[in-house]
């Protein structure tokens, strides 16, 4: 018997008992939507967990600080070394190691930020140019700080946030939710990078018993401001204040002479060093397999070393887990259609006895009655499979409506859809549920194939 026969033979037996049939076929439908739903559920968790910390963090950077000391791998190895520190050598270095496709040196200082009435202690991050064009970040007014010797500021959009009222020292925006009256492009900075005589001279004395003179101020003017309102965290930078890493270097470099440096090592004498040395190294790796290997040989040469996609690594499994959970609790319901699908083809084989009888009579392969059997629980697979598919769009779609954006899933960091349905997940779904009815209806095709011709025709 042709295998268009058999599907025909097939459609027709499963049309002719139409209620049983689209009954078996519902709870098959039930069990797809159930799993299809759940899984995207947990997809949806995973990919806006990894889209929300990809847009703080990249995947293929490694931190690198100045350390000494105990080191710890990866593999729970541990060791000391000696204290080390971040230079232009050790960037060469860096740059020559495999896997490594670019090295960004980073200069952080504190200081003190005043204009007007208003005072704030502000982080300065000097950053090279190479590192600004893999930035990207959004811009309000001005620009990005270029290439030129003069020093000037690029402000995150939360900056406002700590500046509060010197005589006070109060705190406008989170006392009373009101932005300082400051305009960053506009009104005048004054800065002071030397803050241990700043705060020397406002307690009277430099540690000493005699009097501390004020440090000078310096107006540094702004180049640009970070697209955002004042509460807004877009990214890393958002409560930063950067500029270019050379003018920094050369504004320090005139501010403190030859003083030591706040933040900056010193000699056993005191006395700073010729060089300034970088607060943080920044590298690029060429593929995310390649981080915790290079991860953990920095760490193994004395420097701590720090990358996102250890602990996001982490998450990740965790929400797999989560995932294969959901998709546990859909199968459930799949188990109870694929017991439908066999009480359905065993009440089949009890109805259509005497059929079977006349088909083994007239020299039916016994594997072709088999496969009749097995083709219509395939079917109603299919059938299931398709509609339940379709429907698991249609909830999918309904879920984010209802969901999506809510201050639920913000306060959990979740962005975009919550539901999403991988494009591979439908065309597997389909073929799950084909091969469970075909699984299904196993015993009662062996049924059918073992049963006595005599016996079946007899049968009334």
Same mark, same amino acid.
């Given at each position: 018997?042709?295998?268009?026969?058999?599907?025909?033979?097939?459609?027709?037996?499963?049309?002719?008992?139409?209620?049983?049939?689209?009954?078996?076929?519902?709870?098959?439908?039930?069990?797809?939507?159930?799993?299809?739903?759940?899984?995207?559920?947990?997809?949806?968790?995973?990919?806006?967990?990894?889209?929300?910390?990809?847009?703080?963090?990249?995947?293929?950077?490694?931190?690198?600080?100045?350390?000494?000391?105990?080191?710890?791998?990866?593999?729970?190895?541990?060791?000391?070394?000696?204290?080390?520190?971040?230079?232009?050598?050790?960037?060469?270095?860096?740059?020559?190691?495999?896997?490594?496709?670019?090295?960004?040196?980073?200069?952080?200082?504190?200081?003190?930020?005043?204009?007007?009435?208003?005072?704030?202690?502000?982080?300065?991050?000097?950053?090279?140019?190479?590192?600004?064009?893999?930035?990207?970040?959004?811009?309000?007014?001005?620009?990005?700080?270029?290439?030129?010797?003069?020093?000037?500021?690029?402000?995150?959009?939360?900056?406002?946030?700590?500046?509060?009222?010197?005589?006070?020292?109060?705190?406008?925006?989170?006392?009373?939710?009101?932005?300082?009256?400051?305009?960053?492009?506009?009104?005048?900075?004054?800065?002071?990078?030397?803050?241990?005589?700043?705060?020397?001279?406002?307690?009277?004395?430099?540690?000493?018993?005699?009097?501390?003179?004020?440090?000078?101020?310096?107006?540094?003017?702004?180049?640009?401001?970070?697209?955002?309102?004042?509460?807004?965290?877009?990214?890393?930078?958002?409560?930063?204040?950067?500029?270019?890493?050379?003018?920094?270097?050369?504004?320090?470099?005139?501010?403190?002479?030859?003083?030591?440096?706040?933040?900056?090592?010193?000699?056993?004498?005191?006395?700073?060093?010729?060089?300034?040395?970088?607060?943080?190294?920044?590298?690029?790796?060429?593929?995310?397999?390649?981080?915790?290997?290079?991860?953990?040989?920095?760490?193994?040469?004395?420097?701590?070393?720090?990358?996102?996609?250890?602990?996001?690594?982490?998450?990740?499994?965790?929400?797999?887990?989560?995932?294969?959970?959901?998709?546990?609790?859909?199968?459930?319901?799949?188990?109870?259609?694929?017991?439908?699908?066999?009480?359905?083809?065993?009440?089949?084989?009890?109805?259509?006895?005497?059929?079977?009888?006349?088909?083994?009579?007239?020299?039916?392969?016994?594997?072709?009655?088999?496969?009749?059997?097995?083709?219509? =629980?395939?079917?109603?697979?299919? /059938?299931? #499979?398709?509609?339940?598919?379709?429907?698991?769009? %249609?909830?999918? +779609? !309904? *879920?984010?409506?209802?969901?999506?954006?809510?201050? =639920?899933?913000?306060?959990?960091? /979740?962005? #975009?859809?919550?539901?999403?349905?991988?494009?591979? %997940?439908?065309? +597997? !779904? *389909?073929?799950?549920?084909?091969?469970?009815?075909?699984?299904?209806?196993?015993?009662?095709?062996?049924?059918?194939?073992?049963?006595?011709?005599?016996?079946?025709?007899?049968?009334?």
């Amino acid at each position: 018997m042709k295998f268009f026969d058999l599907l025909r033979m097939s459609i027709s037996n499963l049309w002719k008992r139409k209620l049983r049939t689209v009954l078996t076929v519902l709870g098959v439908v039930i069990g797809i939507t159930s799993i299809v739903v759940m899984v995207a559920l947990g997809n949806g968790l995973k990919q806006s967990m990894l889209d929300n910390y990809s847009s703080y963090t990249s995947m293929t950077q490694i931190e690198i600080s100045s350390g000494g000391g105990y080191y710890f791998s990866s593999d729970g190895s541990s060791g000391q070394t000696e204290e080390k520190r971040l230079d232009d050598a050790f960037v060469q270095q860096l740059l020559s190691m495999e896997h490594v496709s670019d090295v960004y040196p980073r200069l952080s200082v504190s200081a003190i930020a005043k204009s007007g009435r208003y005072a704030s202690n502000i982080d300065i991050y000097g950053i090279s140019q190479e590192e600004f064009a893999t930035l990207n970040l959004p811009i309000a007014q001005g620009k990005l700080p270029d290439s030129d010797t003069e020093l000037k500021f690029f402000y995150g959009n939360n900056v406002l946030m700590y500046f509060y009222i010197e005589k006070t020292h109060t705190y406008t925006f989170w006392d009373n939710n009101e932005v300082p009256n400051i305009d960053l492009m506009e009104d005048p900075m004054f800065v002071i990078f030397d803050t241990n005589a700043y705060w020397n001279s406002q307690n009277g004395s430099s540690g000493e018993g005699t009097s501390s003179k004020p440090p000078k101020k310096y107006i540094i003017e702004a180049c640009g401001v970070m697209e955002g309102e004042v509460g807004q965290w877009n990214n890393n930078y958002s409560s930063s204040v950067l500029c270019d890493i050379d003018a920094l270097k050369a504004e320090l470099k005139r501010v403190f002479r030859k003083n030591p440096i706040p933040g900056q090592p010193t000699r056993k004498n005191g006395k700073p060093y010729n060089e300034l040395f970088y607060s943080q190294l920044i590298v690029q790796v060429d593929d995310m397999t390649n981080v915790v290997p290079l991860t953990d040989m920095i760490r193994e040469m004395g420097y701590d070393a720090y990358n996102s996609a250890e602990w996001i690594q982490q998450e990740m499994d965790s929400m797999n887990m989560i995932q294969a959970v959901l998709g546990a609790i859909g199968a459930v319901a799949m188990l109870v259609a694929a017991i439908s699908i066999t009480n359905t083809m065993m009440m089949s084989i009890y109805e259509r006895t005497k059929e079977i009888g006349v088909m083994k009579v007239l020299g039916c392969d016994i594997r072709n009655i088999q496969g009749l059997f097995l083709m219509e =629980a395939g079917f109603i697979g299919f /059938i299931g #499979g398709v509609v339940g598919v379709g429907f698991s769009y %249609l909830l999918s +779609l !309904a *879920i984010n409506g209802l969901v999506t954006g809510s201050d =639920a899933t913000a306060n959990m960091g /979740i962005t #975009g859809a919550i539901c999403r349905i991988p494009l591979w %997940l439908s065309p +597997l !779904a *389909i073929v799950f549920a084909v091969v469970i009815g075909m699984i299904a209806g196993f015993i009662p095709s062996l049924r059918a194939m073992r049963l006595s011709p005599l016996a079946a025709i007899r049968n009334e």
